[in-house]
Nanobody
Framework: QVQLVESGGGLVETGESLRLSCAAS????????MGWFRQAPGKEREFVAG???????AYADSVKGRFTIARDLANNALYLQMNSLRPEDTAVYYC???????????????????WGQGTQITVSS
């Protein structure tokens, strides 16, 4: 089992930046595909960014060019750098992990079986 704890959320203004962190414990992340998802009020949880075991990355079109996902195996952590934030980025952001023997980026929430508790991001206009 791997436990995930997100941090770094908060209230920012349009155009500002935030960096989310996801600290993992219980297992090292070398054999885990990782992802960030978000869920806004009244909406389904959606894929934001993913990274595979070889550090290939993928992004939702809505965040491409603004967000960057990265892993730090030395610290067993996952990060999401979010720049040029917009009000529509307001949501609870979740870190997720899935053990895999393949180098694959998972983009569907049901492909992940480990989740953090979430951290709120609010972007004011």
């Amino acid at each position: 089992q791997v436990q995930l704890v997100e941090s770094g959320g908060g209230l920012v203004e349009t155009g500002e930046s935030l960096r989310l962190s996801c600290a993992a414990s219980g297992r090292t992340l070398e054999m885990f595909a990782m992802g960030w998802f978000r869920q806004a009020p009244g909406k389904e949880r959606e894929f934001v960014a993913g990274i595979d075991t070889r550090d290939s990355t993928a992004y939702a079109d809505s965040v491409k060019g603004r967000f960057t996902i990265a892993r730090d195996l030395a610290n067993n952590a996952l990060y999401l750098q979010m720049n040029s934030l917009r009000p529509e980025d307001t949501a609870v952001y979740y870190c997720a992990a899935a053990f895999t023997l393949n180098s694959k980026i998972f983009t569907r929430s049901n492909e992940y079986n480990h989740w953090g508790q979430g951290t709120q991001i609010t972007v004011s206009s």
